[in-house]
Structures are given as structure tokens and as C-alpha cells.
């Protein structure tokens, strides 16, 4: 019996997991938006990591690599054009940004340490892409490196900046109602938490989150030339 019950579990995490990979992807090809552009250079924000820091969240930061490890695989070997390169840099992004904010969120599993966590993970994973663009972006648009330091500050840092502050926004005021939808569906046990699924939740985090959903929004709009 509690061989039966352990693999039904295993079997539920794993299907949890294949549909939130699923649904990733499937943002992935349908949502991306130009955001900046240099040039040929332009770079566009998706919201896969949005699903992949639910399952980080969920499942803990191993899940949440290896979700990314496998978006990110079927996206190089379909309606990606960056290849390989592009397979590396979105890895290291999702993981720079989801893993430090499901560590530090599954060591307490409170709104604050949420918050806490995203915050972190943005900060992180920009800091951690300005080394990596300036790294791999030459080898991949095969110009000076010298030429792509000068698009560090105003193109690789707004744009890693407006793409996190979305993505924690959005984990922040999306993920009471995913937990009570996978709790309902059967595929979490009713023990999983999660930032906004106590009872009461804090107003104003999820004012602020709002806000920096509605500015980063506005700043797109900003660099398109819409307003």
C-alpha cells in the first residue's frame, strides 16, 4: 500500500510537472513581445517563467531547472532561431531568476519570504545576464565585443530589469488562484501552500506588485513608441 501510494505520487508530481512544462512552452510561442532593439538586435519577453516559478514554488528549485532544462531544449529545436546559444542563455536566465526565488521561498513558506525570493531572483538574474550578454552576445551576432559593453547599460539591464519585474509581479498575483485550480483538479495535495494562499494575504504586496506590473507595462509601451 505505501508503495501504491508513493508511485501515485510520483506520477502526479510528474504529470503536474509535464503540464506546467506544456503550458511554458506554449506561452513561449504565443507571447512573446519585442520589448528593445539595437540594430538586428532585438529582445523580446515571453512569459515562461511565470509557470516555470510555480513549479519552483511548488515543487522546489531542482523542478524548476529541470522544467527549464527542457522548455528550453524544445524550444531550440523548433521556432527558436538562436540555437544553441540561445538553448544556454535562456537556461541560465530562467535559473538565475526562478531557482534562488523557489530556494529561498521553500525555506519558509511565507508571502514575505515570496517576496523576498522574487526580489532577489530579479536582481540576480540581471546581474548575472549583463556577464553572460557580454559573454556569448559577440559570439552569437559576430560583432566586437567592444560593440555589445556599449548595449550593456541601456539595452541588456532595462530589458532584464522590466522582463523580472513582470514575471515576479505576475507570480505574486497569479498563484493563489493556480494553487486552488491544481488543488481542485487533484494534482497537489491539499498541503501545498503558497505565497497568496493563506487566508489572509497582504494587501498591500499585492498593491505593489500591481504597480510594478502596470510601470513595467508602461515602459514597454514607453520604448515602442506607443505613448
Not at 521556432?79 to 536566465?93: C, D, K
Not at 498541503?191 to 506588485?209: H, I, N, Q, Y
Amino acid at each position: 500500500m505505501l508503495t501504491t501510494t508513493a508511485t501515485y505520487s510520483r506520477t502526479r508530481v510528474l504529470v503536474t510537472l509535464a503540464l506546467l512544462s506544456s503550458i511554458a512552452y506554449v506561452l513561449w510561442a504565443v507571447g512573446r513581445v519585442p520589448v528593445l532593439s539595437a540594430g538586428p538586435l532585438t529582445l523580446r519577453y515571453d512569459p515562461k517563467d511565470i509557470v516555470i516559478a510555480f513549479a519552483g514554488f511548488i515543487f522546489g528549485p531542482m523542478a524548476a531547472f529541470a522544467i527549464s532544462i527542457v522548455v528550453s531544449f524544445v524550444q531550440m529545436v523548433t521556432l527558436s532561431e538562436t540555437g544553441p546559444i540561445g538553448f544556454v542563455m535562456n537556461v541560465i536566465s530562467t535559473c538565475a531568476f526562478i531557482c534562488p526565488a523557489a530556494y529561498i521561498y521553500n525555506k519558509r513558506k511565507t508571502l514575505q519570504s515570496a517576496v523576498v525570493g522574487l526580489a532577489f531572483g530579479v536582481v540576480f538574474m540581471t546581474a548575472v545576464m549583463i556577464l553572460w550578454n557580454y559573454i556569448m552576445t559577440p559570439i552569437f551576432m559576430g560583432v566586437p565585443r567592444q560593440a555589445v559593453v556599449a548595449l550593456l547599460l541601456p539595452l541588456f539591464l532595462p530589458f532584464n530589469l522590466i522582463s523580472g519585474g513582470i514575471n515576479a509581479s505576475l507570480t505574486l498575483l497569479l498563484y493563489k488562484p493556480l494553487i486552488k485550480a491544481l488543488r481542485k483538479s487533484g494534482m497537489i495535495p491539499e498541503r501545498e501552500g503558497g505565497p497568496a494562499s493563506s487566508k489572509r494575504v497582504s494587501l498591500g504586496v499585492l498593491l505593489v506588485a500591481g504597480l510594478v506590473l502596470a510601470s513595467c507595462i508602461l515602459v514597454i509601451l514607453v520604448f515602442q513608441g506607443v505613448i
